[in-house]
């Protein structure tokens, strides 16, 4: 069983930046033939997609982030990071990370909720104005 843990959330101004990291645990397949991704959840509003990467290195992004969010994906150490610059109050949320088994990976569906198996128990992450 895959287990995500994400690390990194915290409090952060307006125009600021913060790194999240997410470890990956239980892997049986090699870790790059995973898609992974992010999503955030403010309080009352659904889950949303925000970055996802199919294999090592082909990335997309939800258009609220393009330009200020970055992913990376370290196979050697089973990580996922999300590099977040230009802070916005509206990037709060929690962050979660997620993945899914490439052989189950459909590109589409990879920054919506239903395109991930597995998923972490999320970090915080509040930008204050």
């Known amino acids: 069983q895959v287990q995500l843990v994400e690390s990194g959330g915290g409090s952060v101004q307006a125009g600021g930046s913060l790194r999240l990291s997410c470890a990956a645990s239980?892997?049986?397949?090699?870790?790059?033939?995973?898609?992974m991704g992010w999503f955030r959840q403010a309080p009352g509003k659904e889950r949303e997609g925000v970055a996802a990467?199919?294999?090592?290195?082909?990335?997309m992004y939800a258009n609220s982030v393009k330009g200020r969010f970055a992913l990376a994906k370290d196979t050697t150490k089973n990580s996922l990071s999300l590099q977040m610059n230009n802070l916005k109050p509206e990037d709060s949320g929690t962050y979660y990370c997620?993945?899914?088994?490439?052989?189950?990976?459909?590109?589409?569906?990879?920054?919506?909720?239903?395109?991930?198996?597995?998923w972490g128990q999320g970090t915080q992450v509040t930008v204050s104005s």
């Open positions: 990467i199919v294999g090592d290195s082909s990335t």
């Open positions: 997620a993945a899914v088994p490439a052989r189950q990976c459909k590109a589409a569906r990879l920054l919506l909720p239903a395109g991930h198996s597995y």
């Open positions: 239980g892997v049986t397949d090699k870790y790059s033939a995973y898609c």
